[in-house]
């Protein structure tokens, strides 16, 4: 007598589960979210729970591309594992894993593509593989070496976080999807020009080679606290770029379902207004680390609820 093979039944949380799962990744994004955590509050409760499921997963992502206390190669093995448990979750497997367990309901529910949610934590891992490249003679590694190079980077690490997002958001037609690549770009410039310092004390450059070439600069003199005046002609040149992609969001926002307009007018803005804080101080970003104050995003928080509620 011969038997029918059949699938095992798919792993349901239940509505407790859920909501003590949301509840840690809100936890998280409020903790270590310091830009984004305010934009997600002026979104409908359910949205909100999806973006901090995807953030708590990019966060856990990002820990472990950046545990010092790994090499490159037990890194790229842990994310891989990570990435293997939300499939198998996603697959139906059970899992108590909190962000896991909420990060596939917010993707099944919002129908976020399993693709773009890989994409999150591929990026992470370019900064892993990266560390495998050859240095050069400082013992500095020039990640990119056209600014084509940096921008596929950016896609990875940020265009395809606002592709999530957006799915999130709502959407019908497909001209939002570009535009919210453009927008990911701009924030990640955003963050490139901020932390060049940082960054560069950490032997990565982010910056392009053929840029570095434009400006007399190098990754050395990078490295070693440069003169603001030899800095800033190279970094006004970036974030006139970001600069430029920020004007998306005018046409993005229109693209969005109505209760996510006042969430994404937040975001941008917010990350906007510190692109322009870094003008204001003739980007100056070696002598201190450059952020918008509690108060300068509460006072932009509040002008993001007026819009959710005109």
């Known amino acids: 007598m ?11 949380p239940t509505e407790s589960q859920l909501h003590m799962a949301y509840s840690v990744c809100r936890g998280i994004t409020r903790e270590r979210a310091k830009n984004f955590y305010y934009g997600f509050l002026v979104l409908p409760k359910i949205k909100r729970q999806a973006l901090c499921a995807v ?12 545990d010092p206390s790994l090499s490159a190669r037990d890194r790229r093995q842990k994310l891989d594992t990570w990435v293997d448990s939300f499939h198998a979750a996603q697959s139906g497997l059970p899992t108590d894993d909190p962000i896991l367990l909420a990060l596939t309901d917010a993707q099944r529910r919002f129908h976020i593509p399993l693709g773009l949610l890989d994409g999150l934590a591929f990026g992470t891992a370019m900064d892993v593989e990266a560390e495998g490249a050859q240095p050069d003679s400082s013992g500095l590694t020039i990640h990119y070496r056209s600014f084509q190079d940096l921008e596929r980077y950016c896609y990875q690490v940020a265009s395809v976080v606002g592709l999530v997002c957006i799915r999130i958001f709502g959407y019908t037609d497909p001209a939002a999807e570009p535009l919210a690549e453009r927008l990911g770009l701009a ?21 392009p080679q053929e840029d570095l070439d434009q400006f007399g600069m190098t990754a050395t003199e990078l490295a070693n606290n440069p003169a603001l005046d030899r800095l800033r002609p190279l ?4 974030a006139q770029r970001a600069f430029e992609n920020y004007r998306a969001t005018d046409e993005l926002i229109h693209l969005i379902a109505e209760d996510s307009q ?29 952020a918008l104050t509690t108060r300068e995003k509460v006072t932009i928080l509040g002008k993001g609820f007026l819009k959710r509620i005109s």
């Open 55 to 66: 953030y708590a997963f990019m966060r856990r992502c990002d820990d472990i591309a950046d």
């Open 2 to 12: 011969s038997t029918v093979a059949q699938n095992p039944p798919q792993f349901l």
């Open 262 to 290: 006042p969430a994404l007018w937040t975001l941008a803005t917010i990350y906007r207004s510190l692109l322009e804080k870094i003008v204001r101080l003739n980007y100056d970003v070696i002598t201190k680390r450059v």
């Open 187 to 207: 924030f990640q410039l955003t963050n490139i020009i901020r932390d060049v310092k940082e960054d560069a004390s950490l032997g990565r450059i982010y910056l």
């Open 235 to 238: 970094l006004e040149f970036e």
